[in-house]
C-alpha cells in the first residue's frame, strides 16, 4: 500500500466535483483519477452527467464545489481552470461530442484558430503542411486546404482531434468519438488513441458501445445520475457487469422477432431516383417493399443514399424518376405535410437540426405532430394546459430525462433528445388506420445501452400493432437481430435484399462495400 | 469630360460614404453582432463632424469627433447585446430612432451662439487631385481627382480585406461570427473580440457620416445621411460579407444616383419623386436577385451566428 514506486502516475484527479443546472444535479461529488499512459472509459447512461463532468474539466463550465488537480514535477497541484483557453495551456484539449468546428473555414484555419504561437501574417500553406505531418504521424490523413463543410463526419473529427493535438495536449477527452463512425473509422481510431498513450499521453474516451470499451480501454468509470458508482480495470471486469452498473439492473433479452403474419404492403418504392444538393444522382432506380409487421433494415456505410431514402420517402425530397406508394395509392411528389398524413413518420438522424426545434420546449417539441387537430387545437388556439398534460405523459411512457415539459429541448442529453423524438413520430403513427410506416434513421445512435433496449423494444411493439420499419443502421448486429430483411445500399443503389438468416455479417460487409449478389 | 467618366466620377464620390458604413457593417457583422443603428450612427457622425469642423474650423477634427460618436454609439449596442443578450434587431432599431433624432436636435444647438447649424457654410474637404496620376486619361479623372476621405477609402478596402482573410485576428473575427461555441472553446475571446469589431463598426459608421457633411454635401441639412445606412446594410448582403465586394455594390448605388442627378439637371420629364427613388429600388432589386440564388448563398452566406447572443453554459 504504502510502496511508492507501484503507485501509478496520476495526471489528472477530479474530487468531489459538483455540478448543477436549473432543476438538475449533474455532477454529484465525482472523484476521478486518470493516469498517464492509458485510456480510461467514462461509462454511463444518457443524462448521467459524462458530458457534463468532461467539460468542466475543459475549462467550459465552472464546477460549483470539487478541486481538480494536474501532475507536475511529479506532484499533484490543484488548479482552478478559468476558461477553455486555460485548459489548454495546462495542457487538457477536449473533443466534443458535437463537433465545434467553423463550417466555413477551412481545416487549417480550424485548427490554428485562437493559438498564440501562429504568426500574425497567416502562411496558410506552411501551417497546413505541419498539420498533416501530425495527421499522419497519429494515423490520421486529412487535407488541411479543404473546407470543413465538404467533409464527412470522420475526417471532421480527425481535424477536432487534430485541433487538440497540434496544441499540445497531454490528456485528450474524446466525447463520444465512435457514435457517429463506421465500423472501420471506429478501428482506425482505436489505432491512433494507442499510439497517443505510447507516447505518454492520457485519454478519456467516453462510449456507449461496450465492445469497443472493453478493446480500447485500460479501465473504465461508470457515472450513474451524476455519481461515480465504480472505476475498474477493464481486464477485471465483463460487459454484462458494465451494462448492469450502468443502469442499475439487469437487461433483458432483445424484442422477439416478428410472430405474426405479414401485413399488407405499406410502402411500395418502384425505381424511384433522386438527385443530391449538388445535383448528382443520390439514388438510382430503387425499388422496395415494405410490409405491415415488418422491419425492413437498411444496411450501408453512411453516405451511400440511406438519407435520401428517409428523404424521399417522408417528401422532404423530390424525386427525378419513379414512384412512391403508401398503402396502394400513388403518393409521388407529396408534400412532407402530406407523407404525414398518409401515416408516415420519421425520426431523423439529425436530431437537433430536423427533429427538434433547440430553443422551444420539450411541451412545444412533443406537441408539433398533433398540435393542428384537437384536442391540442381549440379551432386556431392551443390549449396549452392540454399540451403539458400530453408531454407529461409521454416523458413519463417514454422514460425522457428532463427537469419537465418546459425545458428547451436543446439542453436535453443527446440520448434523451432522441426518446423524445421517438415518443412524438411513434405517437403520431398510432393514428394511421392499418399501421404507419416508420421511418427510422440511426434510432438508437449516441444511446446508452438501457436506451437502446427500450428504443428497440419500442419499434419492435409498433411492428407488432402491424406498422412497417424502415430501419435505417449502421449497426450490423442490430440489424441482424431485428430485421425482417435487409436491403444493403452502395452508391444509392441496393446491392442486394436479404434475410439475417441466410446471410451473415461477412456478406453483408461484402455487399456494403459494393459488391452485387448474384 | 464624357458623360460616362462624368457618371462615374460622381458614383465614386457618392459611393464613399458608403463603402465606409457598409464595411464598418461587414465588420460588426463578421463578428456575429447584427447592428441595425448604421443609419444612426452615420447622422450622427455627419451631424457632430461638421459641428466640430465648423467651430474649430478643423475639417480633420470634425472626422476624428464622427468616428468616436460612431464608436461610442455602437459601445451602448454592444452592451445591450452582447453584455445584457437584448435581441439585436430591437436595440439596432432603437439606436437609428434615437440617432436621428439627436441628430436633428443637435442640428438646431450646435451652431454658433447654441443656434442652428443649417446653412452654415464651414471647412470641407475638397479635391486633391494626386501628381502625375490625376492627369491620367479618364481613370485620372474618375480616381484620382478626389478628396483626402476618397483617398483613405481605397487604402482602407484593400487592408480591411487583407485583414480579414490573411491575418489571425483575421481569422478569430470570421471564426466568431460563424461559431462562437467553436472559438471559445479554442480559447478565443468572444465577448471582447465582439465589443472591440461592433465598435469599430460604429467608427465606420460616424466616418461615412463624415464624408457626407464635409464633402459630399457639405454642411448640415435634416436627414443628410437620405437612408443611406439602410441601404448599407442591404450592401453587406449584396456583398456576401465581403469588403472588396462592397464597392462594387456601393459604386453601383453611387452611380445610379449620379444618373438620375444628371437626368433632372437635363430636364427630364420623368418625375422628380420617382428618379430620386431608383437609387434605392435598384438596390432592392439587386437583393431580391442575389437572395433568389439561394444555393449561391448557402455557399457564402451570413456568418452563421449573426444576431445570436453567446452563453459559453448555454446548450445551442
Ligand atoms: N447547459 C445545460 N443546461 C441545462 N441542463 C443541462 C446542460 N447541460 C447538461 N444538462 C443536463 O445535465 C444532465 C447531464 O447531461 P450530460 O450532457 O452531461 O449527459 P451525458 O452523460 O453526456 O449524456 P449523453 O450520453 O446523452 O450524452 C442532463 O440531465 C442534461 O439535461
Ligand atoms: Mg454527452
Partial sequence: MTDVTTIPDVAVQLAGVTKRFPGVLANDSVDLDVRRGEIHALLGENGAGKSTLMSVLCGLYRPDEGTISLASDGRLKPVDIRSPRHAIELGIGMVHQHFKLVRSLSVTENVIIGMDGVPLRLDVDKLGAEIAEIGLRYHMPVEPGATIWQLSVGEQQRVEILKVLYRGADVLILDEPTAVLTPKESQDLGRTLRTMVAEGKSIIFISHKLDEVMSFADRVTVLRQGRNVATLDVSATSKGELAKLMVGRELSAPPARRAGELGTTLLELKGVSTLNDRGLPALREISLTLGGGEILGIAGVAGNGQRFLAEVVTGLRPTTGGAIEVRGKDRTGASPREMISAGVVHVPSDRLGMGLAGNLSLADNLAMRSYRRPPLAKGIFLDRRKMVVEANGLIERFNVMTPGPATPARSLSGGNQQKAILAREITAGHEAAGGAVIVAAYPTRGLDVGAIESVRARLAEERDRGSGVLLISEDLDELMAMADRIAVFHGGEVMGIVAPSETSIEELGLLMAGERRT | ?316
Fill in chain 2, 1 to 316: 469630360m464624357d458623360l460616362v467618366t462624368s457618371i462615374l466620377s460622381i458614383a465614386v464620390f457618392a459611393g464613399t460614404s458608403l463603402v465606409f458604413a457598409t464595411v464598418g457593417e461587414i465588420i460588426a457583422e463578421r463578428a456575429g453582432i447584427l447592428n441595425l443603428g448604421l443609419e444612426g450612427m452615420m447622422i450622427m457622425g455627419a451631424v457632430t463632424a461638421f459641428a466640430t469642423a465648423y467651430a474649430t474650423d478643423n475639417a480633420y477634427l470634425g472626422v476624428l469627433v464622427a468616428m468616436i460618436v460612431g464608436g461610442l454609439m455602437a459601445l451602448i449596442h454592444a452592451i445591450a447585446t452582447i453584455s445584457l443578450r437584448a435581441d439585436q434587431v430591437v436595440a439596432g432599431l432603437a439606436l437609428t430612432i434615437g440617432g436621428t433624432g439627436l441628430a436633428s436636435f443637435l442640428g438646431q444647438e450646435l451652431g454658433p451662439g447654441g443656434g442652428p447649424l443649417v446653412g452654415l457654410i464651414g471647412p470641407k474637404f475638397v479635391e486633391v487631385p494626386i501628381p502625375g496620376m490625376s492627369s491620367i486619361p479618364v481613370i485620372g479623372e474618375i480616381l484620382f481627382n478626389k478628396d483626402q476621405l476618397v483617398y483613405a477609402m481605397y487604402l482602407i478596402v484593400p487592408l480591411v480585406w487583407w485583414f480579414l482573410y490573411k491575418t489571425r485576428p483575421g481569422l478569430h473575427l470570421r471564426a466568431v461570427g460563424e461559431n462562437p461555441q467553436a472559438t471559445d472553446a479554442l480559447g478565443v475571446n468572444v465577448f471582447r473580440l465582439r465589443y472591440l469589431y461592433t465598435v469599430i463598426g460604429g467608427m465606420f459608421a460616424g466616418l461615412g457620416g463624415a464624408h457626407l457633411s464635409l464633402a459630399y454635401t457639405p454642411g448640415w441639412t435634416e436627414n443628410l445621411t437620405g437612408g443611406r445606412g439602410w441601404i448599407a446594410i442591404a450592401l453587406v448582403i449584396f456583398a456576401t460579407w465581403n469588403p472588396a465586394r462592397a464597392v462594387v455594390g456601393a459604386l453601383l448605388f453611387g452611380g445610379v444616383n449620379a444618373i438620375q442627378f444628371r437626368l433632372q439637371a437635363e430636364g427630364t420629364t420623368i418625375s422628380a419623386n420617382l428618379l430620386n427613388m431608383t437609387p434605392y429600388l435598384l438596390t432592392v432589386i439587386v437583393l431580391v436577385a442575389v437572395t433568389y440564388f439561394e444555393a449561391f448563398r448557402k455557399k457564402v452566406g451570413a456568418p452563421a451566428a449573426l444576431g445570436i447572443p453567446y452563453n459559453r453554459e448555454e446548450r445551442v
